[in-house]
């Protein structure tokens, strides 16, 4: 009898013969690269290489590289995904659309818990705080530069817009979550968000002396 040969693969979701054993290499190969790469020059096809699978399984099962880094350091929340949702409004609202949404995020418990790790990571010098510190500038500060961006503003600028915001909403993390800084460890979302939201809402609109 003549041998059969296997028709063409059809296109659409990958093959999941592999089931969890695939998603345990993909993430072991990802925790490898990062931790050799950095968070900047790891990529999915590297991963892929490293796990011996197709990369369309790695996106099949994590999306992007930020949710397989996300997977990988346990991360309780993605950050990358609440400040996207806080850039959906318009230009004159938008400080106070991020100062809510991150400080509010920072309330759920099962986030701060591990949030608070993450922080101190960030600040450290550490293997682990420099990638971490890679992620969330690539991730988050990359978003908000876009955004600045499409009002019409030059990158350069952009960019250091965007630094002057996570360094004001980083600092008020850290100062009341990690230091329990009195009184911003006390205060309400609703205040602490009234207080700092026009001096963001000035970094982004490249007001120098925002009130």
Do not use: C
């Not at 995904?81 to 309330?107: K, Q």
């Not at 550490?126 to 961006?149: D, N, P």
């Amino acid at each position: 009898m003549a041998d059969v040969k296997p028709g063409p693969r059809r296109r659409g979701r990958p093959r999941k013969e592999s089931g969890s054993d695939a998603r345990t290499a993909i993430t072991a190969a990802a925790s490898a690269e990062f931790a050799e790469k950095g968070y900047d020059k790891t990529s999915l096809r590297g991963i892929a290489r490293r796990a011996q699978v197709d990369s369309a399984l790695v996106h099949h099962y994590f999306e992007s590289k930020a949710g397989l880094f996300a997977e990988v350091v346990k991360l309780p929340v993605r950050p990358d995904h609440i400040v996207r949702s806080a850039l959906n409004v318009p230009d004159d609202r938008l400080g106070e659309s991020l100062v809510r949404t991150v400080l509010g995020a920072w309330e759920r418990s099962s986030v701060k818990s591990i949030g608070v790790t993450v922080l101190r990571s960030a600040v450290s010098d550490s293997a682990a705080g420099r990638l971490i510190r890679q992620f969330l500038l690539r991730e988050l500060k990359g978003s908000v530069t876009r955004r600045i961006e499409a009002s019409g503003v030059d990158s350069a600028e952009a960019d250091m817009r965007a630094s002057l915001v996570l360094t004001q909403m980083a600092g008020a993390l850290i100062f009341r979550h990690v230091l329990d800084l009195e009184p911003l460890a006390s205060m309400s979302v609703d205040d602490l968000t009234a207080r700092l939201s026009p001096a963001v809402q000035g970094h982004l609109d490249g007001v120098s002396d925002a009130k």
